[in-house]
């Protein structure tokens, strides 16, 4: 089963910048056809942020231009800058692919990584 773990949540202030990472690891050989980070506020739904694959990348209407999504093999990366305080959220990594060696496609979550933005 592939297994993702999230790092760099965190307090900072508006204005500030973030850069939030994501591993994607499993004992079997498998693939990434595409990855992600979606978010959730309290007392609200989770909500794309973006999202990368080979056919490019997406964007939520609230972080463009604000916010780049990179990747590199197995990790995934977003890029936060002028952060607000309405970004304050769990944020989760989202994986999806082939585990080759459980002969599945795979859509996997991360456990989230806080990140809140106050002054």
């Known amino acids: 089963q592939v297994q993702l773990v999230e790092s760099g949540g965190g307090l900072v202030q508006p204005g500030g910048s973030l850069r939030l990472s994501c591993a994607a690891s499993?004992?079997?050989?498998?693939?990434?056809?595409?990855m992600g980070w979606y978010r959730q506020a309290p007392g609200k739904q989770r909500e794309l942020v973006a999202t990368i694959a080979n056919d490019g990348t997406t964007y939520g209407d609230s972080v463009k231009g604000r916010f780049t999504i990179s990747r590199d093999n197995v990790m995934a990366y977003l890029q936060m800058n002028s952060l607000k305080p309405e970004d304050t959220a769990v944020y989760y990594c989202n994986a999806r692919g082939s585990d080759y060696g459980l002969g599945v496609r795979y859509d996997s979550w991360g456990q989230g990584t806080q990140v809140t933005v106050s002054s």
């Open positions: 499993a004992r079997s050989m498998f693939s990434v056809t595409a």
